[in-house]
């Protein structure tokens, strides 16, 4: 199907401010370009940055805004030189819509650190208009940050696995930390930590949770299939794991200090930043020097690898815990996200829900 003439008003949820409310908001999306892919949205995860945005937490929103990058949809049009999708076909956003294709991450397939990259929401499109978010009736998004949803995948199962998924699987992947056999930990069993805690099983690894209270043990080991379970207030515990670990993978999005867990890792192991802070983190470097120890930082991850994880995912049957909401529902669900309560990602039913709010 060929492009359309005119631009479509649609609603979506936005917030108007940064008491991060959301209420319902028409706006109008783009033409469907030659290279677009106009897609229906089925239903979009709810990630902890999505707070992060709507409440200016960052001090960088602009409203009116439609949160959302975990998006699954059905393909509704494309355009005349979209190649690798057709109507009909079930497929899932994430949460960059563009590059620049020209510096060296962008040809090297790591374009999420491309510094002109366009993210799905709170930012301008090439052509100078904001962008929006997955809480919302439809997309329209360029073929090159499109994938498709494996079939039999469940869309609702498949969302939350468009950001929290590859946001475990980038790093591991380009650490070389893939091969079965490693010990690695998950600190905070939130969206991304439950995931990091199934995909790292699946890779075959020993699988440590490091938590602050005890009250997510059972979740971890019984139900999550954790090997162990740490609470990181108990010294004699967290003695007894010193260079125990290849890798930690730090998931908490608030200050916290990391002296404890970098003494966790063995000679050459790596604590990995996934959590979005915006208070300086701190450690002494003896920490870091008497081990060859490497704190590092991964941003979400590749389209290519957004579609191997995608792949693996549904090799090793690995689906993401979840609760599914309506978007009346969706400022309930991003108060209790901010309390941690959820297990483990909301996601909004868009398609099943009355957008107009009436």
Request: charge should be negative; glycine fraction near 10%.
């Amino acid at each position: 199907m060929g492009s359309t003439q005119t631009e479509k008003t649609i609603i979506g949820w936005a917030a108007r401010d940064s008491s991060g409310v959301l209420s319902p908001y028409k706006y109008t999306v783009r033409n469907t370009g030659p290279e677009d892919v106009y897609i229906k949205v089925i239903c979009c995860g709810v990630c902890h940055t999505d707070i992060h945005q709507v409440k200016n937490d960052l001090g960088m929103s602009h409203y009116p805004m439609v949160p959302g990058h975990e998006v699954v949809g059905e393909v509704v049009e494309v355009g005349s030189q979209v190649t690798k999708f057709k109507a009909g076909d079930i497929v899932g956003a994430g949460c960059i819509v563009g590059s620049c294709r020209n510096c060296n991450p962008c040809k090297s397939d790591n374009e999420q650190y491309c510094n002109r990259k366009i993210w799905s929401y709170n930012d301008v499109y090439t052509d100078k208009k904001p962008t929006q978010g997955g809480f919302a009736e439809a997309m329209v998004v360029d073929q090159k940050f499109v994938v498709h949803i494996p079939e039999g995948m469940v869309p609702e199962q498949a969302a939350p696995l468009l950001c929290a998924g590859v946001t475990v699987y980038s790093p591991l992947n380009h650490f070389g930390l893939t091969q079965s056999g490693l010990k690695g930990a998950i600190l905070g069993l939130g969206g991304v930590g439950h995931m990091g805690v199934k995909i790292a099983k699946a890779m075959g690894h020993h699988v440590t949770v490091v938590s602050s209270s005890d009250k997510k043990r059972e979740e971890a080991l019984d139900h999550l299939g954790a090997d162990n379970y740490l609470v990181s207030s108990d010294t004699e515990k967290m003695q007894e794991n010193f260079d125990s670990f290849d890798y930690i993978i730090d998931t908490i999005p608030v200050f916290h200090p990391l002296e404890p867990y970098l003494s966790l890792l063995k000679l050459d192991g790596k604590l990995i930043l996934m959590g979005v802070i915006n208070t300086p983190l701190q450690f002494v470097s003896p920490m870091v020097m008497l081990g060859r120890k490497s704190i590092t930082g991964s941003f979400i991850g590749s389209m290519k690898e957004t579609e191997e994880m995608l792949e693996f995912c549904k090799e090793k049957n690995l689906t993401s815990t979840i609760e599914i909401v309506k978007m009346d529902y969706v400022n309930k669900a991003l108060e209790r996200l901010e309390k941690n309560d959820v297990r483990y990602r909301f996601v909004v039913d868009v398609a099943g829900s009355k957008l107009d709010g009436q």
